[in-house]
């Protein structure tokens, strides 16, 4: 029905094609089912799948010696035991940066939780993946099981990445095609809050493949939060991975990107930290998925989502 609805506008807009698995309404587990394991472990991931996510949420960054990782933050600091491993490697400002250690370094890392009162500080031995072996577990998985469970990659700052000498959207399309993500149908979304980065992907490389726009809050993207600036996001994206809080405070927001036959994806609806006055995760998922017509939602924990939208007859 979502197809049905956008291709004309799709057409009217001249923006680029919806993806063939954009159907339905759909799960994606936000740096794995993060409300369970430790974010961006092969566990977190693997539990996100045996809970029925429709994709699984890896963010990249680049270790020294090129290695895109599954990683939060360009920093370490926060899910790892980097201060204790590598004292003395932090920068001047007092941060410890993944493009500063080798791949054989940052396998050296704990990685723990970061949210209090989620899985227990420092328990159990989780590290960081490489993509390779995110997308090996999720295609691994895939054979197993008969799914057929996508890839939601977000390539993070790639503008820091440039200045340091990496070309990251170029190595992204490389992985992914490697492992066969490639064109319009691949059931991938490559996301990004970085506009150029997207537009070079689609125009400069050449890419065909789904792609998501991150829209924040955050004054720097303050040209996305209008109609117009939808309009120009329609011409080289697939769709909006908005901020939640944007589609109740920017009246009408959701319908603009509907009327540019764009994707709605907003992030991120948690069970343990809910907006004021919201009762359940489950009263925010409707509130998501059916006031403001989300194709989509990144969550912490993607078994809720799953459940609700089974229990609505919504996949
Ligand atoms: O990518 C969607 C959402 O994850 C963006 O926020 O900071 O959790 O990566 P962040
Ligand atoms: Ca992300």
């Known amino acids: 029905m979502r197809n049905l609805i956008t291709i004309p506008a799709l057409l009217l807009a001249g923006a680029v094609a919806l993806p063939a698995g954009a159907a339905g309404k759909q799960v994606i587990a936000h740096r794995g089912a993060s409300g369970y394991l430790p974010e961006h472990t092969l566990e977190a991931y693997a539990l996100a ?11 990249l960054v680049l270790s020294k010696d090129g290695h895109l990782i599954a990683l939060h933050d360009i920093h370490l600091e926060s899910t790892t035991d980097v201060e204790e491993r590598f004292p003395g490697r932090q920068r001047a400002d007092r941060k410890w940066y993944a493009a ?10 704990r990685v723990h939780e970061r949210v209090k009162g989620r899985f227990p500080h420092m328990k159990s031995r989780f590290e960081i993946p490489t993509l390779e072996e995110v997308i090996e577990l999720v295609q691994g998985l895939n054979t197993t099981t008969g799914r057929d469970v996508g890839l939601y990659p977000e390539l993070k700052q790639p503008t820091f990445h440039r200045k340091a000498g990496f070309d990251m ?7 992914l095609a490697r492992y066969g993500y490639s064109g319009p149908d691949a059931r991938v979304f490559v996301q990004c809050f970085e506009p150029d980065a997207l537009r070079r992907i689609r125009h400069e490389l050449g890419s ?8 924040s809050g955050s004054s720097r993207q303050r ?16 769709g ?12 009408g927001y959701a319908g603009w990107a509907r009327e540019f036959g764009l994707l709605i994806h907003p992030y991120t609806l948690r069970a343990d930290d809910l907006p004021k006055g919201t009762a359940t995760i489950e009263e925010e998922l409707r509130h998501i998925y059916l ?7 990144f969550t912490d ?7 609700f939208l089974e229990s609505e007859n919504l996949r």
């Open 49 to 59: 799948y045996g809970q029925g996510a429709d994709f699984i949420e890896p963010d």
């Open 100 to 109: 500063d250690f080798s791949l054989e370094e940052l396998k050296t890392l």
């Open 301 to 307: 924990h993607p078994d809720r989502a799953v459940k």
């Open 240 to 251: 909006i991975g908005p901020d939640k809080k944007l589609l109740d405070d920017i009246p």
């Open 208 to 215: 065909t493949l789904p792609l998501i726009q991150l829209i």
């Open 223 to 238: 040209d996305l939060h209008t109609r117009d600036g939808l309009k120009g996001v329609a011409e080289y994206a697939n």
């Open 169 to 175: 959207e170029t190595k992204a399309l490389e992985v």
């Open 291 to 297: 006031n403001h017509d989300a194709d989509a939602v």
